[in-house]
């Protein structure tokens, strides 16, 4: 990834969606990261990446024998037990 002033990147804007469709763009103002400029074609990778992530399968496990859910470790597997309880209850 390349990064550019907005000054640079407004004088220059077509040179760099050239450089985006190969790269990303990090546009700075006062010195700070401000943007990202990147292909259309990374834009949707990136979506369909984090739509994969995000399924419900990836987080669901089949209920036990008893009836108990096994143990989920970290966070994610505290909000989602929380929101099973939650489901089950309405």
């Known amino acids: 990834?390349?990064?550019?002033?907005?000054?640079?990147?407004?004088?220059?804007?077509?040179r760099y969606q050239d450089v985006a469709l190969t790269e990303p763009v990090a546009v700075t103002r006062n010195g700070r990261d401000r943007l990202?400029?990147?292909s259309v074609d990374e834009y949707h990778?990136?979506?369909q990446?984090?739509?994969?992530?995000?399924?419900?399968?990836?987080f669901t496990?089949?209920?036990?024998?008893q009836g108990h859910r096994p143990h989920h470790a970290g966070v994610a597997g505290a909000?989602?037990?929380?929101l099973l309880d939650g489901a089950s209850t309405a």
Do not use: A, W, Y
């Open 1 to 14: 990834m390349i990064t550019v002033s907005s000054v640079e990147f407004q004088r220059n804007f077509g």
């Open 36 to 38: 990202v400029l990147l």
């Open 45 to 47: 990778r990136l979506k």
């Open 49 to 58: 990446r984090d739509r994969q992530v995000l399924r419900l399968e990836d």
């Open 61 to 65: 496990t089949p209920v036990g024998r």
């Open 79 to 82: 909000v989602f037990h929380r």
